[in-house]
């Protein structure tokens, strides 16, 4: 008995050529069915009757591809991989080898030739990753674990949140909580500062990679390398360390999944469904969570610092951004436009820096050199375009918008040909 091996494609062909051969199907539907045009169709069907089910497999199986590197070819980019890049891996070291050496080959015939040289190894078949017990710190205050939990906290009496957790790594003691719509800048801001107002300024925190901690690129951000709350952090020298994997913060991670039993029920036999009341009444199950949780310091001494007289709280914890002055003495921040009062100070603040303070509170200020600047807001909403139907009450800040936009507008852009038509603005805005 002769056993054929045939692909899906060629069994597929086979019973459409029976089919043609016993005459039960034209040409023309036998060709669309295969895929191919009537003359590949015919001759396809004279293999078939000429060979039988053989005349259908392709000639090519078995054969090396005509697009295949030479054996030339893989000794070279072998080589060059074990002398230059035996620790890179394929993705990277095909780079190098088509940058620097001008050799183009895919990346997944350099991973499957590195693969069969043992320059390589799958991610299937790495052994797992050994996470080593580390000693917890000495004293208190030393390192505070921070880390955020997003759960269904008042099950289904309130909507999910975020509960921000503060854990210290020397007594696994539950330092701060608070509830907060969500992992961001402007949550940690306010649970941070709760946090030094009640402990101090402790010597460092110990977060994840989250973006709130860390910037993926060092020139993002003015180029400093920081984020808003690092930035913070840096002022009232505090550090802050990024764990690796979950498994370098277990502390926080572990107080994570008791706090999901345990503060899940307790707020529901306190009757609690919104995230006001809930960090009202945190302070109350911290302590007895501790009580029951916490462990003493290896050395009884508190790492916690004292707020300085310096230390600007209020200051420290605000969003900050540069901004550039216009001519028409004008500061773009949050798509919102702040007009600054003409005087002696900000008449020579064009094409200068402002800082922008954005504070947790919603005020927002515009300082220069340390100095608030008065300024009023452009309200958007009365943005007018050519054809707009504008109020005569609003006509005013409607004009007042195009005329800043005119001083702004460069002088390349403004036609010197011919004078321009000056509009009137009832017919420009429509107003009658």
Request: include cysteine; charged fraction near 25%.
């Amino acid at each position: 008995m002769t056993v054929i091996t045939m692909s899906r494609k060629e069994l597929a062909r086979l019973q459409t050529l029976v089919d043609l051969a016993d005459g039960r199907m034209p040409v023309e539907d036998a060709a669309a069915l295969m895929g191919t045009g009537r003359r590949q169709a015919y001759r396809l069907l004279r293999a078939f009757r000429t060979e039988g089910a053989d005349g259908l497999i392709s000639r090519r199986r078995g054969r090396p591809s005509n697009r295949a590197h030479g054996s030339v070819f893989r000794g070279t980019v072998l080589s060059l991989v074990r002398a230059h890049y035996a620790d890179f891996g394929p993705t990277l070291a095909a780079e190098k080898l088509a940058e620097l050496h001008g050799m183009p080959i895919g990346v997944e015939t350099l991973r499957q030739w590195m693969v069969a040289e043992g320059l390589w190894v799958k991610r299937r078949d790495r052994g797992k990753r050994v996470h080593q017990p580390r000693s917890c710190r000495d004293c208190l205050g030393e390192l505070v674990q921070v880390d955020g939990c997003e759960h269904h906290w008042f099950e289904d009496r309130g909507p999910p949140c975020t509960l921000l957790v503060f854990v210290d790594d020397a007594t696994s003691r539950l330092m701060h909580l608070r509830f907060a719509p969500s992992e961001s800048a402007f949550a940690y801001f306010q649970a941070a500062r709760e946090y030094l107002e009640t402990h101090g300024k402790p010597i460092a925190f110990y977060s994840d990679k989250h973006s709130v901690f860390r910037l993926a690129k060092t020139d993002a951000a003015g180029g400093d390398g920081m984020t808003q709350f690092g930035r913070a952090m840096h002022e009232l020298n505090i550090d802050i360390l990024c764990a690796n994997a979950p498994q370098a913060k277990g502390r926080v991670e572990r107080a994570h999944k008791t706090l999901q039993d345990r503060l899940v029920k307790e707020l529901r036999l306190a009757g609690i469904s919104d995230p006001e009341r809930g960090n009202a009444w945190l302070p109350d199950f911290m302590a007895a969570y501790n009580a029951r949780f916490g462990k003493p310091a290896r050395v009884a001494k508190d790492q916690h610092r004292p707020l300085a007289p310096q230390d600007n709280l209020g200051d420290s914890f605000a969003w900050r951004v540069e901004r550039t002055v216009t001519y028409a003495l004008t500061v773009q921040y949050d798509r919102v436009m702040f007009l600054l009062e003409p005087n002696e100070v900000t008449r020579a603040l064009p094409r200068q820096k402002v800082t922008v303070y954005d504070f947790p509170d919603g005020r927002v200020e515009v300082r220069c050199q340390g100095r608030s600047l008065p300024y009023r807001t452009f309200d958007r909403i009365t943005r007018a375009t050519q054809g707009d139907v504008v109020e005569n009450k609003r006509l005013t800040e409607a004009l007042e918008f195009c005329q800043v936009l005119q001083a702004q507008m460069p002088p390349k852009t403004r036609s010197s040909r011919a004078p321009r038509r000056t509009a009137q603005p009832n017919h420009m805005f429509g107003v009658t």
